[in-house]
């Protein structure tokens, strides 16, 4: 038997609907191409590889589980696996056992790790003023955060403002 719910029209997005969804899936298609762009022009590393390096950071004697610095850095762990062993071969991070609970993975940022995150986090901080916080007023600011909130709660997804308030959450300081 077929579901009535299955022959109901789509919602269609009206014409302001469809240029608000246009301009802001271009600025999620733009924003991190520019931040690449730029991590790698001044710091000679990903745009991902800094948020890893930066969530570490942030934490208490540069110490995360795994499944924290994905949760940060919004990524899978295989994806972070990866990305963290390229970062063991430069001696930047490290990971060991987790001494409370041997089913988790610790990774530990090393003196040179901070070195680089903290050479490179001026630059950052910098093109995130320049294309994200400039252009706004600080009432657009509060809107973004709140609608982008209300977006992540939709979608089922972390987020920051949900994670313990004792977790170092990556930022540029």
Request: hydrophobic fraction near 40%; aromatic fraction near 8%.
């Amino acid at each position: 038997m077929e579901d009535p719910q299955d022959r109901r029209e789509p919602r269609w997005l009206d014409v302001d609907e469809q240029q608000n969804w246009y301009a802001f899936a271009y600025v999620l298609t733009q924003l991190p191409a520019a931040l690449e762009t730029q991590m790698q022009r001044d710091a000679d590393i990903s745009h991902f590889d800094y948020l890893v390096l930066s969530s570490l950071s942030m934490a208490p004697e540069g110490t995360l589980r795994m499944s924290e610095v994905a949760q940060y850095t919004g990524s899978t762990l295989s994806r972070l696996s990866n990305v963290v062993g390229r970062l063991e071969k430069r001696r930047w991070v490290s990971r060991r056992p987790d001494p409370s609970d041997g089913r988790y993975t610790l990774a530990v940022l090393t003196d040179s790790g901070r070195d680089k995150v903290t050479a490179a986090a001026p630059g950052h901080v910098e093109e995130v003023r320049r294309l994200f916080f400039d252009p706004l007023t600080k009432a657009q600011q509060r809107q973004i955060a709140a609608a982008a909130q209300r977006i992540l709660r939709a979608m089922d997804a972390p987020c920051p403002t949900d994670w313990p308030a004792e977790a170092a959450l990556p930022r540029d300081e």
